[in-house]
T-cell receptor, first 114, second 110 residues
Framework: NAGVMQNPRHLVRRRGQEARLRCSPM?????VYWYRQLPEEGLKFMVYLQKENIIDESGMPKERFSAEFPKEGPSILRIQQVVRGDSAAYFCASSPTPTAGEQYFGPGTRLTVT | KNQVEQSPQSLIILEGKNCTLQCNYTVSPFSNLRWYKQDTGRGPVSLTIMTFSENTKSNGRYTATLDADTKQSSLHITASQLSDSASYICVVSASSKLIFGAGTRLAVHP
């Protein structure tokens, strides 16, 4: 059973471009969470999705950021018109249920905005 | 405001020594508390998870304690190894949301 997969592992974008981050949850997991980790800081919750639904997006900036988890395929975190402050590590986690058990984390995508 | 605070921020110990990391939290409603290990450039990996009624849990050389009255937890590492060098993150669950501490960066030197 493969773990949570994220790609790309490293992404470099120039200011104003779009960044698209992908997350494939563990098999059988229908709950996906996205987190952002700035250098020297802890992980911060961004958004929680179930298949085809956004359950909680309270940690996601209202502008330029969007997330989806379609019926088929990976979850996508999209950042439009990236700025230098978006440079961070973005982690995805999945779980089989929303509250019980653990969230399993992917290896992260390191986004660098030049 | 839901918060998780960890101390120390960083720690250096010699291989073979023991150490204890601290976590204080103000999170409501409390569901459970987890300790994660995060190697540099990798995602966090779960070490232990404790519910309100549990006050100690072990995973090999890692032992976590929880005092729900004082809202404190500790992670004790016994006979440290070089591979223990990592960030250790205390995470408190409030319903379906996880509140992360900033982590303690542990360096184990030979």
């Amino acid at each position: 059973n493969a773990g949570v997969m994220q790609n790309p592992r490293h992404l470099v974008r120039r200011r104003g471009q779009e960044a698209r981050l992908r997350c494939s949850p563990m098999k059988g997991h229908s709950h996906v969470y996205w987190y952002r980790q700035l250098p020297e800081e802890g992980l911060k919750f961004m958004v929680y999705l179930q298949k085809e639904n956004i359950i909680d997006e309270s940690g996601m900036p209202k502008e330029r950021f969007s997330a989806e988890f379609p019926k088929e395929g990976p979850s996508i975190l999209r950042i439009q018109q990236v700025v230098r402050g978006d440079s961070a590590a973005y982690f995805c986690a999945s779980s089989p249920t929303p509250t019980a058990g653990e969230q399993y984390f992917g290896p992260g995508t390191r986004l660098t905005v030049t | 405001k839901n918060q998780v605070e960890q101390s120390p921020q960083s720690l250096i110990i010699l291989e073979g020594k023991n150490c204890t990391l601290q976590c204080n939290y103000t999170v409501s409603p409390f569901s459970n508390l987890r300790w994660y290990k995060q190697d540099t450039g990798r995602g966090p990996v779960s070490l232990t998870i404790m519910t309100f009624s549990e006050n100690t849990k072990s995973n090999g050389r890692y032992t976590a304690t929880l005092d729900a009255d004082t809202k404190q937890s500790s992670l004790h590492i016994t006979a440290s190894q070089l591979s223990d060098s990592a960030s250790y993150i205390c995470v408190v669950s409030a319903s379906s949301k996880l509140i992360f501490g900033a982590g303690t960066r542990l360096a184990v030197h030979p």
